[in-house]
């Protein structure tokens, strides 16, 4: 059976662009097939741990390759629990907004629990960085409240997409699609109609 996460990372629920088309898409996939497996999490629910010094102690014991303290192994097990997680699916639907350029934290917080040595990425001085997530794929719904594309001449002030694209890559997955939501503020019917198009084709694709 084929599994999906969903990693759903607005707060606004049934006023989301992004969940709106999140919804669809998955809606979509589920009508295809029914042997198909999807999970949700929605980061506005998970109590993510805080990312504090005793948790970095216990990154640069892996990077090490040192003993780590009892303290330490137990804030790595809060990381490794929710990097498990994580990593059980083959393909993942993330509905993105865009916060100020970039993303919103409770994401980034998330990304900096489950971007770790040993379980989404390696190095070696031979190889250098390997992501560890190959034989997964992604969709990312991004949502905005303006508009960032070719000839806006606000290309460079989108921080949002090249940050989550360089994220899914550096942690190995194999292909990456995205579904934009441009000018939410401005021309939500507009920006919601092309997305769901969008939406509804790799919905099927993905469900073949
Ligand atoms: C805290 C915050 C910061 C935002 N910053 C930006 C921004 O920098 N650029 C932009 O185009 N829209 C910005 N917006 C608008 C959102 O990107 C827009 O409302 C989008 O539809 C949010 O996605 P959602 O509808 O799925 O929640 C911001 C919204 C919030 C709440």
């Not at 999490?41 to 303290?69: H, Q, R």
């Not at 998330?110 to 997530?133: A, E, N």
Request: with cysteine; glycine share 6%.
């Amino acid at each position: 059976m084929k599994k999906i996460l969903y990693v759903e990372c607005s707060p606004r629920k049934e006023r989301s662009h992004s969940i709106k088309i999140a919804n669809e898409y998955l809606s979509k996939i589920a009508e295809n097939d029914s042997n198909i497996e999807i999970k949700t999490i929605d980061l506005w629910s998970l109590d993510l741990p805080e990312f504090n010094g005793e948790m970095m102690n216990a990154k640069y014991s892996v990077i090490a390759g040192t003993e780590p303290t009892d303290n330490e192994k137990k804030e790595w097990s809060k990381v490794t629990k929710i990097f498990d997680e994580f990593a059980d699916a083959d393909h993942y639907l993330f509905s993105v907004p865009m916060w100020n350029f970039s993303i919103p934290y409770k994401l980034k917080h998330y990304i900096d629990i489950i971007t770790q040595p040993g379980l989404s990425w390696s190095y070696s001085p031979d190889d250098g960085y390997k992501g560890l997530m190959g034989g997964r794929t992604a969709t990312v719904i991004y949502s905005t409240g303006d508009g960032y594309g070719e000839g806006t001449g606000f290309e460079s002030y989108d921080l949002q997409k090249p940050y989550v694209n360089l994220w899914l890559t550096f942690i190995g997955f194999d292909k990456i699609e995205k579904i934009n939501i441009e000018r939410t503020l401005f021309a939500p019917d507009e920006a919601e109609k092309s997305a769901s198009d969008v939406a509804l084709k790799l919905a099927n694709i993905h469900s073949l």
